[in-house]
């Protein structure tokens, strides 16, 4: 009866299937450990919001990536739980590099582009908890130019890497999840209950 309840709470968008099945077109090789490694990150962010006491009200698949929805409040503590995610890439990617040299890879590559201070993204998020503790409403502001500094550069490397460095469409794609995890309304919008 658990397991059918866990799974109620999950919902599975169209853009995710689109994803999924994009990565596993373009991926290659690289689709099973991708996923496998997205998976683990998302549950090491579960298990820290268990340990926590934070309570998950369900899980949504995106084409952007996965998004678990829990009752956070903003509060400093809940930045465990966000680093927890990229936490589980690091010991994976430093466990498996000999073993499984391509899991390892796509850990690593998960733990570096999570914590870019991107809002939607483990670092943007981890950002928007710590730096306006610090800093009051400038550190809101600092989160957001860093942020958009962040999405414009990976814009322009997309455009220059796909167009100049003929590095096929890969750079591009990363470009365009970049801009689709981008919030417009930053930095007026409360810290979401989302990680």
Excluded: K
């Excluded at 397991?3 to 689109?18: D, E, I, K, N």
């Excluded at 814009?155 to 750079?171: D, K, N, S, W």
């Amino acid at each position: 009866m658990r397991l059918q309840a866990l799974f109620s709470r999950v919902r599975v968008t169209p853009g995710f299937r689109v994803a999924l099945c994009a990565l596993i077109c373009l991926g290659g090789r690289l689709a099973l450990p991708f996923l496998l490694a997205a998976g683990l990150h998302e549950l090491g962010h579960l298990a820290a919001l268990r340990l926590l006491g934070i309570r998950v009200s369900g899980l949504e698949l995106t084409g952007s990536g996965a998004v678990l929805r829990a009752e956070l409040h903003g509060e400093l503590r809940e930045t465990w739980a966000v680093l927890a995610g990229p936490a589980v890439n690091l010991v994976l990617a430093l466990c498996f590099r000999r073993l499984w040299p391509v899991f390892a890879l796509c850990n690593a590559i998960q733990l570096a582009a999570n914590l870019l201070p991107v809002p939607g993204l483990d670092g943007g998020r981890a950002c928007a908890l710590v730096l306006p503790a610090l800093l009051g409403r400038a550190g809101s502001w600092v989160c957001a130019i860093l942020g958009w500094a962040v999405v414009l550069g990976a814009v322009c490397f997309g455009v220059y890497g796909t167009c100049c460095l003929r590095l096929g469409l890969m750079p591009a794609l990363a470009a365009g999840f970049f801009l689709l995890r981008l919030p417009w309304d930053l930095p007026n919008r409360p810290a979401a209950d989302i990680i």
